[in-house]
C-alpha cells in the first residue's frame, strides 16, 4: 500500500517562499505523471504543476514564473518550489501520482500566507 507524505507547509509572508515535499513510502512503478493540486473551501481542487513522465511541465496560470515542480526519482519524492507568495496562494496543497493502475493523493498539507 503506497502512502505519499507531505510537508513543508505552514505560514509564511506575503513575498516570501516555501518548499513542499512529496515522499512515497515506497518506489512507485509505471508512474504516469507526478503533480501538485490546492483547495481553498467552497472552491474546485485546482492544478498547480505537473510533470509527466516524459518531462513535460504545466503550471496553472497564477503560479507560472512563481512555482517550480521538480521531481527525484531515486527519492521516490516530488516538489513544489514556491516563490513570491501571495495571500491567494493559500491552500491546502496535495500532491497525486497518476501510475497506469492507481492514482495516489497525499494527505494534504496547509499553506498560510499573511502578513
Known amino acids: 500500500q503506497v502512502q505519499l507524505v507531505e510537508s513543508g507547509g505552514g505560514l509564511v509572508q506575503p513575498g516570501g517562499s516555501l518548499r513542499l515535499s512529496c515522499a512515497a513510502s515506497?518506489?512507485?512503478?509505471?508512474?504516469?505523471?507526478m503533480g501538485w493540486y490546492r483547495q481553498v473551501p467552497g472552491k474546485q481542487r485546482e492544478l498547480v504543476a505537473i510533470?509527466?513522465?516524459?518531462?513535460?511541465?504545466d503550471y496553472g496560470d497564477s503560479v507560472k514564473g512563481r512555482f517550480t515542480i521538480s521531481r527525484d526519482n531515486a527519492k521516490n519524492t516530488v516538489y513544489l518550489q514556491m516563490n513570491s507568495l501571495k495571500p491567494e496562494n493559500t491552500a491546502v496543497y496535495y500532491c497525486?501520482?497518476?501510475?497506469?493502475?492507481?492514482?495516489?493523493w497525499g494527505q494534504g498539507t496547509k499553506v498560510t500566507v499573511s502578513s
Open positions: 497525486k501520482v497518476d501510475t497506469t493502475r492507481y492514482a495516489y
Open positions: 510533470i509527466t513522465s516524459g518531462g513535460i511541465i
Open positions: 515506497e518506489s512507485i512503478f509505471r508512474v504516469l505523471n
